[in-house]
């Protein structure tokens, strides 16, 4: 399940926006103990700049312009959120409450990480023939 996107439709009165600033995600503080975790942005950057295929020497050269890259990148961030979003949405529809019981969140990332694991243990089976 990880590194899963989905591309956003070209109709544009279907494009739903969520609107919460990425500059924004993790500052929040308060007096109950709440921590700011605004670190969480620059990995998701990196891991964002790891995943987006940009040539950094075509940028270098100026053969393409910083903006490309910028738009390169929110379009693959886009892609990343869209996906989840939607899946999202097919887990209500199968199951409207799922979402309002305690650690259901939680439970739904473990998922990905579960698949996650069960897939590299696939990938690496003796059993299975070399690729050549």
Request: hydrophobic share 35%; aromatic share 12%; with cysteine.
């Amino acid at each position: 399940m990880p590194n899963q996107t989905k591309a956003l439709t070209e109709d544009k009165s279907k494009i739903k926006s969520y609107g919460y600033p990425i500059k924004n995600w993790g500052n929040q503080e308060n007096k109950l103990g709440r921590m700011s975790y605004s670190q969480i942005r620059e990995y998701m950057f990196a891991a964002l700049v790891a995943r987006t295929d940009i040539d950094f020497i075509a940028l270098d050269k100026g053969e393409i312009t910083p903006q490309r890259v910028v738009d390169q990148l929110i379009n693959k961030m886009e892609q990343y959120a869209n996906f989840g979003f939607d899946y999202i949405h097919e887990r209500m529809e199968e199951q409207p409450d799922c979402f309002f019981k305690e650690g259901a969140f939680l439970q739904l990332f473990l998922e990905f990480l579960n698949k996650e694991e069960q897939g590299s243990i696939d990938s690496n089976d003796d059993d299975s023939p070399e690729e050549i």
